[in-house]
T-cell receptor
């Protein structure tokens, strides 16, 4: 069956460190992979999109990698801040109309 | 505010009642999506509209659920005879097609409508 897996355990890191979140998927061949941020009680906010033919994408303190052989994406936040604390969702555009989401990983950045 | 807006933000209802949620997408977006999200889970796809046409429905969308987008602008999601299992956050998102016309997955979400069924 098709699955998107994100680490269900929360990630706790110290301010200033780099946070790395993992997204693995099975039985998909997505053309696009996205990362979203979601704060409690609010809708997801789009952060970054990476295409299947791109290995890496950067935006300010964010970096995303996409390995279509391993079927994995890594999401990095460098110089993390307490304001980065949120749930981060990995999503795939499946080629049709749907975008499929993982369950998300909660990140806590301690001051 | 030019983002996606949803109404109401919170709805508490008794089992068996009908509820309706409204979504106003970003005005230039012709694609509109409804998702459902429960605690600790990611958003689950319910349905998709391109303009006024409902092009895809999830098997999650039982006969008690109906969605419309009559003029290709705002959309409504109605749940009839609500059950406790319908308690969730109902999220609306919109997008514009990429230059290639493909779905890139870049969605703009509203703040959601939280439903509690007692």
């Amino acid at each position: 069956s098709q699955k998107i897996e994100q680490n269900s355990e929360a990630l706790n890191i110290q301010e200033g460190k780099t946070a790395t979140l993992t997204c693995n998927y099975t039985n998909y061949s997505p053309a696009y992979l996205q990362w979203y941020r979601q704060d409690p009680g609010r809708g997801p906010v789009f952060l970054l999109l990476i295409r299947e033919n791109e290995k890496e994408k950067r935006k300010e303190r964010l970096k995303v990698t996409f390995d279509t052989t391993l079927k994995q994406s890594l999401f990095h936040i460098t110089a993390s801040q307490p304001a980065d604390s949120a749930t981060y969702l990995c999503a795939l555009a499946t080629g049709g109309f749907k975008t499929i989401f993982g369950a998300g990983t909660r990140l806590f950045v301690k001051a | 505010d030019t983002g996606v807006s949803q109404d109401p933000r919170h709805k508490i209802t008794k089992r068996g009642q009908n509820v309706t949620f409204r979504c106003d997408p970003i005005s230039e977006h012709n694609r509109l999506y409804w998702y459902r999200q429960t605690l600790g889970q990611g958003p689950e796809f319910l349905t998709y509209f391109q303009n006024e046409a409902q092009l895809e429905k999830s098997r999650l969308l039982s006969d008690r659920f109906s969605a419309e987008r009559p003029k290709g602008s705002f959309s409504t999601l109605e749940i009839q005879r609500t059950e406790q299992g319908d308690s969730a956050m109902y999220l609306c998102a919109s997008s514009s097609p990429s230059t290639s016309g493909r779905n890139t997955g870049e969605l703009f979400f509203g703040e959601g409508s939280r439903l509690t069924v007692l």
